[in-house]
């Protein structure tokens, strides 16, 4: 069974970055065929796909968040990491990581001084 665990700070202050990390247990990162995704559900909208880093490591980014948005993974670890640049509070969300057949529970993340 394949388990992931968002974790990272609560609360960012605006222009700061914000960094999350997944940890996955059950499948290694380069399992063939896995795409790994991070996507936020601000409040009162709908789900927002912000981008995946894929089996073989390459990067996928939505376009209206790729200048600020960076994924990266340490293998050795199993894991891989969001970071947001120049946040705002328009960034406030609970933040998944997922494969798309297994989610992590969500972490909330709140911009504001």
């Known amino acids: 069974q394949v388990q992931l665990l968002e974790s990272g700070p609560g609360l960012v202050k605006p222009s700061q970055t914000l960094s999350l990390t997944c940890t996955i247990s059950g499948a290694p990162l380069t399992t063939d065929g896995y795409n790994w995704i991070w996507i936020r559900r601000p409040p009162g909208k709908g789900l927002e796909w912000m981008g995946c880093?894929?089996?073989?490591?390459?990067?996928f980014y939505s376009p209206s968040l790729k200048s600020r948005t960076s994924i990266s993974r340490d293998t050795s670890k199993n894991q891989f990491t969001l970071q947001l640049s120049s946040v705002t509070p328009a960034d406030t969300a609970v933040y998944y990581c997922t494969n798309i057949l297994d989610w992590g529970q969500g972490t909330q993340v709140t911009v504001s001084s």
């Open positions: 880093i894929n089996y073989r490591g390459s990067t």
